[in-house]
């Protein structure tokens, strides 16, 4: 059964920075391109980052390129999300999947607030 479970969301103060991580099983996750959602309250999903199977090429949406980064680590079946010069719009339920994203398998997510 594939799974995903997120972690390392937090209340934080604008300008904060938070590490997120995703750890995923019953899949070939070595093999796979993956991804970060976010949604925040009342809105549709949002795509914001993607990472190859080998984790040599990235992507990232305008809204958080240059305070993104994500990584892969292909031994632990995990990616992570670091999270730089968070903004209050940034506040979301953020979620990790395959590349495109696959709608069958979500996680429970993890909560990100920024606020003061």
């Known amino acids: 059964e594939v799974q995903f479970v997120e972690s390392g969301g937090d209340m934080v103060q604008p300008g904060g920075s938070l590490r997120l991580s995703c750890v995923a099983s019953g899949f070939a996750f070595t093999n796979y391109d993956m991804s970060w959602v976010r949604q925040a309250p009342g809105k549709g999903p949002e795509w914001l980052s993607a990472i190859n199977s080998n984790g040599g090429v990235t992507d990232y949406a305008h809204s958080v390129k240059g305070r993104f980064s994500i990584t892969k680590d292909n031994a632990k079946n995990t990616i992570f999300l670091q999270m730089n010069n968070l903004k209050p719009e940034d506040t979301a339920i953020y979620y990790c999947?395959?590349?495109?994203?696959?709608?069958?398998?979500w996680g429970q997510g993890t909560q990100v607030t920024v606020s003061s």
């Open positions: 999947n395959e590349d495109p994203p696959d709608a069958d398998y």
